[in-house]
Structure formats: C-alpha cells, structure tokens
C-alpha cells in the first residue's frame, strides 16, 4: 500500500492561522509606521518687526490742501493749506499692527460746494489724540499702508463743518511713503452727518474720498521686516 507520509525534503502545508498571522505582521508595521512618515517638523512662525526711524526732535507740522469728495466724485469741502501737527516715537515693535504716528492738532479753513466758508478740525484737546496705525508695509515703494482713529475713546476723529451742515469721520485711511516723507490721506468713513446736508446723498456708514498730502518735516523712515 503507498505510503502517505510526505517526501523527503517536502514542507508540511501551514494551517492557515499561522500564515495569516504572519502576513498580517508587515502589514500592521507598514500602518504603524504611516504617522511617523506623515509627520513633519514643526514650523516656525514668520516674526514681523515694524521700526519707526527719526531725527532727535520727533515733533512734526506740515500743511496740505484737503478735500472731501463723494465716492462719485462730488466735491464736499474743500480746505486749501490745512495744518496737521504731531509727534512720531522711534520705534522698534513686534506688533502686528502698531501707532506709528500721532497727531494732536488738525486744523484747517474750507468752503462747502456753494462756497460757504467752513472748518475742518481734529485731533484738538476736545478730539483727543489721532494715531496712524500700521496695517501693511510695501517693500518695493517704502510704503506704509495705515489706518487712523481717535485714541482717546472718543468716536469722531475729524469734522469738516459750516453753521449748519457737519460732517464726521471716525476713520480714515492713509499711507506713508519714505522717499518722500508724505504722509497721505486717501478715504474716510462717516459716522455722523447733519440731516438733509447734501441733499442727503451723504449718510453714516458711507466711505468719502478723503485726500491731503502732508510731508512730514521732519523726515521718517518706516519699515517692516519678517524673519
């Protein structure tokens, strides 16, 4: 009778619990070692330092003809040499977005679209202090993109106004340009307006042409860089 036994040599089949265990083996490794391929070193986060450069007396006055117009384009006021003075503090700061200029005083004499006289103001011990904020840097110009607002808390930072029509921006956008030291104004945001001025087409919330450029004297230089 033939023998059954297996030939010399010949491997005995593997139950079938043993070769699953050991194919399953490099597998449960390979997933294992998923998350350690998937993590990655951990990043460093980019560190933005804003520097205020200026001569030893940071007092600064300049003057500029200002006027407000309609995003349309209408005229509102118009003020011809208006004044702006202030300080600007050397500065070194990691702040994402810091006060790069003061101003203490706006002043100036206007007329309104039918030529009635009128002001503008701001920033007077009754307006409290203006502060320019940084809110972006132009490497390639030297520009500083900016923000101003009251910093004392009081909601109005400029006024232009005659005996019966006033308007008030509680901010306003600018920008400074270091090759020519110009500090300029380019919109404002209404808070408040005299009812049926300009025949109303003028209401809160609304963004106004704002324009002036003052040339800070004396000269700043504003920079930001990352690492």
Do not use: E
Request: hydrophobic fraction near 40%; include cysteine.
């Amino acid at each position: 009778m033939p023998s059954t036994s297996s030939p010399s040599g010949a491997t005995s089949p593997q139950s079938p619990r043993r070769f699953l265990a050991r194919r399953a083996l490099p597998v449960a490794v390979a997933a294992a070692a998923v998350p350690l391929a998937l993590a990655a070193p951990a990043a460093h986060a980019a560190t933005s330092t804003w520097r205020v450069t200026t001569t030893a007396d940071t007092a600064f006055k300049s003057t500029a003809d200002v006027t407000l117009r309609t995003a349309a384009g209408t005229t509102l006021f118009s003020c011809a040499g208006a004044g702006q003075y202030g300080w600007i503090p050397k500065l070194t700061s990691t702040a994402a977005t810091p006060v790069v200029v003061n101003t203490n005083n706006v002043v100036g004499t206007c007329v309104d679209a039918q030529g009635t006289r009128s002001s503008f103001f701001g920033g007077t011990p009754a307006f409290g202090t203006i502060g320019y904020t940084a809110t972006g840097y132009n490497a390639t110009t030297g520009t500083t993109a900016l923000t101003a607002a009251n910093t004392d808390g009081i909601p109005i930072t400029v006024a232009f106004s005659t005996p019966d029509c006033s308007i008030h921006l509680n901010k306003f956008a600018a920008t400074y340009t270091n090759s020519t030291h110009t500090l300029k104004l380019t919109s404002g945001t209404v808070r408040t307006v005299t009812a049926g001025c300009f025949a109303s087409t003028v209401k809160a919330g609304d963004t106004l042409t704002l324009t002036g450029d003052f040339k800070l004297d004396p000269a700043v230089t504003i920079t930001r860089t990352t690492t």
